[in-house]
């Protein structure tokens, strides 16, 4: 893995969206739970965001997530972490008290930092660091819920667009799982895009920021919107 420096634009990339999504994942717990010890919760909360990504960026920094002979691999364990919990974000009454608080257009707003990380993703491919099949020139198309996401945000914010949110929602979701499924496919474990297009770099820090936070808040920003269709804020 070359060497990295955080001034330049591409590799801050993934320190400042990460640090970005943290904040506003912050600020929506305040916004939750201003009525009730809303510093005690941001706290929490904080503190558990720390922790995580720290940790991540330790493991990424010490070799542990390069152990491909491991079984299973701390990477693929890595990956199940990161969708237990997103749904348990989603799904618990944490994720009930954002949904309940947060407009609906905003949580698909959010959802926008895919456009300039995927642009940030295709310049490593460029660099030679990510291997094609990840990058929007290969079999990633989550470019397409990046740019589309302000979109419906505007839609919804009128006050209609339920059906297209909806699908919407459905596409983004199938969209970042593809990704996923072929950055699993491209490790050194299955190899199957070859010896010549291994998926690697996302264990180096800054780049385990890419799976550990932001596809966590991809994963769980769909579920989140998906738990607010059943409520009863969401017109049209």
């Known amino acids: 893995m070359p060497t990295y420096s955080l001034a330049d634009p591409v590799v801050a990339t993934f320190v400042v969206i990460p640090v970005a999504l943290v904040l506003l994942l912050l600020w929506a717990t305040a916004v939750a739970y201003r009525q009730r010890g809303a ?3 941001v706290t929490l909360v904080g503190v558990c965001a720390a922790l995580w990504m720290g ?3 330790t493991l990424a920094s010490t070799g542990v997530l390069r152990r491909w002979d491991a079984t299973p691999p701390p990477f693929a364990v890595l990956v199940v972490a990161i969708f237990v919990l997103a749904g348990t974000l989603a799904w618990s009454p944490f994720g009930h008290r954002l949904v ?3 407009p609906l257009w ?4 959010i959802q926008a930092f895919r456009f300039p990380l995927e642009l940030a993703m295709h310049a490593m491919y460029e660099r030679g660091v990510m291997p094609a099949q990840m990058s ?9 819920t990046g740019v589309s996401a302000v979109i419906v945000a505007i839609v919804v914010r009128a006050g209609g667009g339920r059906r297209l949110a909806k699908a919407w929602n459905v596409l983004g979701l199938l969209l970042v799982l593809n990704v996923t499924t072929v950055a699993l496919l491209s490790t050194p474990r299955f190899r199957y895009f070859g010896d010549d297009n291994l998926n690697t770099w996302v264990t180096y820090p800054p780049y385990v920021w890419l ?3 932001m596809v966590l808040a991809a994963i769980s920003g769909h579920l989140l919107i998906l738990r607010a269709f059943r409520t009863s804020k969401f017109p049209g």
Do not use: M
């Not at 905003?106 to 707003?109: A, V």
């Not at 929007?136 to 397409?144: H, K, M, P, T």
């Open 100 to 102: 309940t608080a947060i």
């Open 55 to 57: 940790g991540t960026w």
């Open 106 to 109: 905003l949580l698909i707003l």
């Open 39 to 41: 510093a005690l919760i």
């Open 136 to 144: 929007y020139s290969g079999r990633n198309f989550d470019i397409v």
């Open 211 to 213: 799976p550990a936070i």
